[in-house]
């Protein structure tokens, strides 16, 4: 498998909110992965060098950090299997939009290692 296209019915968690301290899960981190793992369908995992949207449809559009939004979801995407391991990923798009009710697509896909090029 070379693409995983996913949409979940489900508001991302903020990192700020998913511990207490540096290394206790919060109650709201524990239901949010709880919810997240049940949408999310068992797919083949995509091995190697991949990329990742994540699209993020808010409520609360202004009050929230795009970028605390990635990581305890993109650490649940490797615990189901979609990729290996966080550290796979080459290339990242991420966006916010306003909408009347929380949810995200997230694609993950295959892609071939890069070079950086510096200008």
């Not at 990742?52 to 979801?73: E, Q």
Request: net charge positive; with cysteine; hydrophobic share 35%.
């Amino acid at each position: 498998m070379n693409e995983i296209n996913l949409k979940v019915d489900v508001k991302a968690i903020s990192i700020n909110k998913a511990f207490q301290g540096q290394r206790f899960k919060t109650k709201e981190c524990k239901e949010y992965e709880k919810e997240l793992w049940y949408q999310l369908p068992k797919k083949p995992m995509i091995e190697g060098e991949i990329e990742i949207w994540f699209d993020f449809f808010l409520i609360n559009y202004a009050r929230t950090d795009i970028s605390n939004l990635i990581k305890v979801t993109e650490d649940l995407l490797v615990k189901r299997g979609y990729f290996e391991d966080d550290r796979k990923i080459v290339k990242m798009h991420i966006s916010k939009e306003k909408r009347e009710k929380d949810m995200m697509t997230i694609k993950i896909k295959k892609t071939e290692a890069f070079e950086y090029k510096r200008k």
